[in-house]
């Protein structure tokens, strides 16, 4: 078949015949005659400053004794190389005749010689590379010595040599590729090879092979369209398994003609970009579906595709068949094998599985109605992508998004049964929906930076994003700097108290209505929050002067975070704490300038409702409510007692100044009203 | 206004002077302010405390308004001790004449007889007692303040300069003396607003309001029956002349009237809100 015929052209079998060559010829020579035979060319040639003469030019005819014998041919006669030498008296003649590798490595030399580089160098191109070039001369390694230049990780450089961009064969030959070794090391293979040294890695001669390098356009070339998929599967043996969403198995080999070569997807020298020729069968889909009018038989729905949508969408290189796969070419109308539906997961495999855990995924697993699938945010032909100002998936719209469903009392909303109402109204007043939407700040958080945009799960889920236990991490992802502080707080996990529930982040700063902390509302509200959980402490500190102002609405003043830190809260006990014994005065003094040792004595949290705590407090507050209540009692009585009296006198006096003969009827009148005013 | 013969024009018996009617005004002005701006904070748990305390634009302008007055009302309180020493000089030859003499404000043994006739008379067992210029309850009022300026006057000052007298005092004296400024104040404001008000408003006989720490004078005639010793001193002496003066005309009474009424409504609406935060809001 096709795949025998390319893979024995390959390096590796040359290489291993031209192995077997050598050690036959080797087993065959007595040891001592070929010590004799090199050791008398040496008595000459080991001498540095040698020089000769070849085809006219001077050379040096140096020979490293000791890289000749550590080499693949250190043990053969000069003579079993340079032949026309054999049997020649000493000194010999110079201009000697090229060495013919050939000679033992036959069937590599043939396949050298009908290669480019071989052709070449028959055609006389001074710029042909001849064996020596690549392999050396008297030193010749095996390809698996690292140290070899036809070693794997040497080869991209061996080859860059004459095919790198600027050198002669590239700007001088006929080379349709460019920049080849820059693409090759951005390459994976490259990447495999150059920066994990990992020598399995296909180099040059992978897919070029190492002696039968053909241009791609000669069928009998490895890299030829009808060859491409031999050649990758040496390495990517499965990968038609893997590929069965895009093409079928078998199809590959059997129609290799119509089908999409690897390169057609997976550039060559840029392997991993993944790069599909556009417009493969697209005009052909178009021919109907460019028609506004054209309906589905089945269920009569427009299948009318946009192309000026489908010009701007980020699928714009994308084949209508890579999305619609199961058309048939052979068929008149291709689309008619088509039987499922488009199946995003085919490419973004990654994703696809992170959605398909995800509550969204859940719910179409479920085939809820209600389930929203990929083309629900991303769009169909016109999809874009998130960077996109014009994208729904653009962060500034994915608030929009998300409250298509989300908003109260739309789908979404309505099944919800936790605790957070009217998230988009709430969102959108807090100060990461206002950064989005009124400052267009692209970075603040939205919903997807919380939620992440396809493993949204519920709260509960300890996967979720916005489980407790993982809400730290989420708000850090913007927030380091405050998860590194909260992360060393008694209220981390890994520091506070064991089986109690510790606050997070939206524990303090709520979900959805997050504001700033600056803001004077945040600061009154998050004394409370503090006392969700520490009631006591809480309702002490009311009974201080800072809680009192406090509750009066002011937030000029001491709260619970101004002394003990707000996401660096650590036990009194600990000496890194704001109000350790070694902080505390320097905590009172951000605010008590001139505050000392004894002022920050202070007892902020005191109360005298509690003797034993404070047994000071409680006997003042006792003694003063004693003095007071003794002092009422006693002006109280007395003025009870009092009271009958003095309404008899006021009797007497009206009485006594009843109107004499002798006053006037005004005044008179004026004082009968007065009594009965009151 | 309806002591019996008020008529307009009749000489009035003089029995405060200029300088103690201004301090009296003066310190009425000085311990609303302090009441009000202070109960905020003491009920600061009520709703009243916090739209009080937005109308003095804020604690931190109550708070300077609190401290300014109370600056003043020590003023006050400065300004009748040397008026005390001036008045030693110009009328009495010793702090002993002075202090041991008919009209002293100390408490003597007529007080302790007053006392006991006046709970007799309470009771009907007895006469009304013959009062003289100074009452006991009167002086129980003015030993107060003393009281009340020493007590509220040192712990406010603590809390003013807690920096200050942290150099000196333990930290949790500002605690304590946070508790004896505001039950001490709780007191005073009390006591003022209750007992005192009755003594000078509220008694029938006086209802509804004695204006004669206001304009100083109040008729012979109500002098002979409310504090009949002090009358018969004052005829026996021959000294009741030089102490009449000419009443003030109506429109400066008008304008008395309607300060005291102010004051006097101000106190109830404290006494009210007190209560309310005791009874219904109490923590």
Redesign the interface.
Same mark, same amino acid.
């Given at each position: 078949m096709l795949t025998e015929r390319t893979q024995s052209v390959l390096i590796n079998r040359g290489r291993q015949y031209g192995l077997l060559a050598i050690l036959v010829f080797v087993g065959v020579l007595p040891a001592s005659v070929r010590a004799q035979a090199a050791a008398e060319c040496l008595t000459c040639h080991e001498n540095r400053d040698l020089q000769g003469t070849r085809r006219g030019k001077t050379i040096r005819v140096f020979v490293d004794q000791k890289k000749f014998a550590a080499s693949v041919h250190g043990s053969l006669d000069c003579v079993a190389c340079h032949a026309d030498l054999a049997g020649k008296e000493m000194p010999h003649d110079e201009d000697l005749a090229p060495v013919v590798c050939g000679t033992c490595h036959e069937k590599v030399a043939a396949e050298q010689a009908s290669s480019l580089h071989g052709k070449a160098a028959r055609r006389g191109d001074a710029l042909a590379p001849r064996c020596p070039d690549c392999h050396g001369s008297h030193g010749v390694l095996r390809a698996r010595d690292p140290r070899s230049p036809v070693a794997p990780m040497q080869v991209p450089y061996l080859c860059g040599k004459c095919h790198k961009e600027g050198a002669p064969v590239q700007s001088q030959r006929a080379i349709h590729a460019d920049h080849i070794l820059e693409n090759y090391s951005e390459s994976i293979h490259g990447e495999g090879l150059l920066r994990k040294g990992l020598v399995v890695s296909a180099t040059c001669a992978s897919c070029h092979t190492a002696h039968a390098m053909l241009p791609h356009t000669d069928p009998a070339s490895s890299i030829a369209r009808r060859n491409i998929a031999a050649t990758c599967t040496q390495c990517h043996a499965q990968i038609e398994m893997v590929h069965r969403k895009v093409i079928k198995g078998e199809l590959w080999e059997r129609e290799a003609h119509v089908l999409p070569a690897c390169v057609d997807c997976h550039q060559p020298h840029k392997a991993r970009k993944v790069f599909y020729d556009q417009g493969m069968a697209d005009k052909d889909c178009l021919r109907c579906h460019a028609r506004p009018e054209i309906v589905s038989s089945k269920n009569g729905r427009s299948l009318y595709v946009a192309q000026e949508l489908l010009g701007t969408s980020r699928h714009v290189r994308t084949a209508c068949s890579q999305c619609h796969a199961g058309v048939n070419v052979a068929k008149a109308r291709p689309c008619e094998t088509i039987t499922q539906p488009v199946d995003c997961a085919s490419c973004h495999a990654e994703v696809a599985q992170q959605y398909t855990g995800s509550m969204h995924g859940k719910l179409v697993e479920r085939q809820d109605p209600n389930a929203p699938t990929c083309i629900e945010c991303h769009g169909t032909h016109a999809v874009l992508g998130k960077h996109q100002p014009q994208s729904a998936t653009f962060s500034i719209n994915v608030p929009k998004l998300c409250a298509r469903c989300h908003r109260a009392g739309q789908k979404a909303a309505v099944r919800y049964t936790g605790d957070q109402l009217n998230i988009v109204e709430h969102y959108n007043e807090s100060i990461h929906g206002r950064g989005l939407t009124k400052s267009g700040l692209t970075v603040t958080a939205m919903c997807t930076n919380c939620h992440t945009a396809h493993g949204v799960l519920p709260r509960k889920d300890p996967r979720s994003s916005i489980n407790p236990a993982n809400v730290p991490a989420t708000c850090g992802t913007c927030h380091h700097g405050i998860e590194e502080q909260f992360r060393k707080s008694v209220h981390a996990d890994s520091i506070g108290a064991k089986g109690k529930q510790l606050p997070v982040c939206d524990d303090c700063h709520s979900a959805h209505t997050i504001r700033r902390a600056d803001e004077e509302g945040f600061k009154l509200t998050i004394m409370n929050q503090c006392g969700r959980c520490h009631e006591q402490i809480a309702k002490t500190y009311?009974d201080?002067?800072h809680?009192?102002?406090s509750?009066?609405?002011?937030t000029?003043?001491a709260k619970c975070y101004d002394c003990h830190g707000a996401h660096d809260i650590l036990p009194v006990t600990d000496i890194r704490s704001h109000l350790s014994r070694e902080n505390v005065v320097a905590t009172c003094q951000k605010c008590?300038?001139?505050?000392?040792r =004894?002022?920050?004595?202070?007892?902020t949290h005191?109360t005298?409702h509690d003797p034993d705590k404070?047994p000071?407090?409680f006997w003042?507050?006792w003694g003063?409510?004693g003095?007071?209540v003794g002092?009422?009692a006693v *002006?109280?009585l007395?003025?009870l007692?009092?009271?009958? =009296?003095?309404?008899q006198? =006021?009797r007497q =006096?009206n009485r006594? *100044?009843a109107p004499p003969p002798t006053q006037t009827t005004a005044e008179a009148s004026a004082?009968d009203d007065?009594p009965t005013q009151? | 206004m309806n002591q019996p013969s008020n008529n307009p024009g009749e000489r009035q018996y003089l029995r405060f002077t200029r300088l103690n009617r201004l301090l009296h005004a003066t310190m009425i002005v000085c311990f609303l302010s302090l009441a009000l701006t202070g109960m905020t904070l003491k009920f600061s748990y009520t709703g009243w405390a916090s739209i009080l305390s937005h109308l003095f634009g804020g604690y931190e302008s109550a708070g300077y308004i609190h401290r300014f007055a109370a600056t003043v009302m020590v003023g006050v309180f400065i300004t009748h001790l040397v008026d005390l020493v001036r008045r030693k000089r110009r009328e009495h030859s010793s702090w002993k004449n002075m202090l041991a003499g008919p009209d002293t404000m100390l408490p003597t043994r007529k007080d302790a007889a007053d006392v006991r006739d006046s709970l007799r008379w309470f009771l009907g067992m007895g006469p009304r007692p013959q009062y003289g210029r100074w009452t006991y309850w009167e002086k129980f009022d003015y030993f107060a303040v003393f009281w009340g300026m020493v007590v509220i006057g040192s712990t406010g000052f603590t809390l003013w300069f807690p920096e200050t007298f942290t150099l000196l005092l333990p930290g949790w004296m500002i605690n304590v003396a946070a508790i004896i400024h505001s039950d001490e104040a709780l007191l005073a404001t009390g006591f003022i607003f209750t007992v005192h008000f009755f003594n000078t408003h509220l008694r029938p006989e006086k209802f509804p309001m004695d204006m004669v720490i206001f304009t100083g004078m109040m008729p012979v005639e109500e002098l002979k029956v409310d504090k009949p010793a002090e009358y018969e001193k004052q005829v026996a002496e021959g000294t009741l002349e030089e102490n009449l003066a000419e009443p003030y005309p109506p429109i400066v009474i008008r304008g008395i009237r309607i300060f005291a009424w102010t004051a006097l409504g101000i106190g109830f609406s404290i006494v009210v809100w007190i209560l309310y935060a005791m009874v219904f809001a109490y923590r």
């Open positions: 009311f201080t002067y809680g009192k102002v509750q009066l609405g002011y000029k003043t008590h300038p001139g505050a000392n =004894r002022f920050a004595g202070y007892l005191a005298h404070y000071l407090l003042t507050f003063m409510t003095l007071l002092t009422f *002006s109280g007395h003025t007692l009092w009271l009958p =009296r003095a309404i006198m =006021r =006096r006594l *100044s004082q007065e009151q | -």
